[in-house]
């Protein structure tokens, strides 16, 4: 046998033991952030998707919303006798646990396309081809396009935005350009994904990548509006967390207990 055959076979071998440990890595890695949920109260799990050594200041906020403990609303800053309001100001107001920046607005701060809260429809629907609807009817959410979307009295609560990042699991055709992000999503077993990022601008197409890929595994996801109206404030428990905003917003998501 020749000494390139030798080096031939030592290669392949190296190789195969390369890759090996490669694997073994993902999947620990995978299972790692599977098993990293922070649990804060009944229904809602936390965690930081952090840049890591080579981008410490980046992060990735996300909480995972079980909908049988937990209920999602809309604050308006009008319901606060204001023009528009940061996310503390929301859930301060309203005693949520959680709240986080809505979808569009103008620049008079009127919110663009549907809002429906406590069964209650608060703004109309825009046509605007590219938005999607996500929405919670009889205690279970969905996103739907503008065309499959039809009103009916039982569904609790929905916003317009876009656009949708992820359509049972797939990526549609999305458009370049980077900014801060936040953004809705739904989970296999029926959980709601919140998300927003600070110092960790994306793409929407790397955004639908990581929120189909494990921890968060999402079927479906919709865009809000991001760039400088990307916001988020926790308070529950001991847990506290403001990621604050570059201006203020015209309407917020907010969480609470279910009962309350």
Known sequence: MSSQTNV?????????FFLFFISIFLVTFQSHAEGNWQKLSPGIEYQDLAGGILAPWSHVYVFRIDLNKNK????????LSLKNASVNQFAEHSNALLSLNGGF???EFNPLGLRITNGKLENPLKRISWWGIFFIKNNKAHISSLRRFHYDSEIDFAIQSGPRLL???????LKPGIAERSALGI??????ILLVTTNAAMTTNKLAHLLRSPPLSCIDAINLDGGSSSQLYAHIGSFLLNVHGFSNVSDAIIVKRRGL
Do not use: M
């Open 187 to 192: 989970t296999a077993n029926g959980k709601v």
């Open 72 to 79: 999602l609303g809309l604050v308006n800053a009008k319901n």
């Open 167 to 173: 359509i049972n699991r797939k990526i549609p055709s």
């Open 8 to 16: 031939y076979h030592a290669n392949k071998l190296y190789l195969f």
């Open 105 to 107: 607005f103008d620049h």
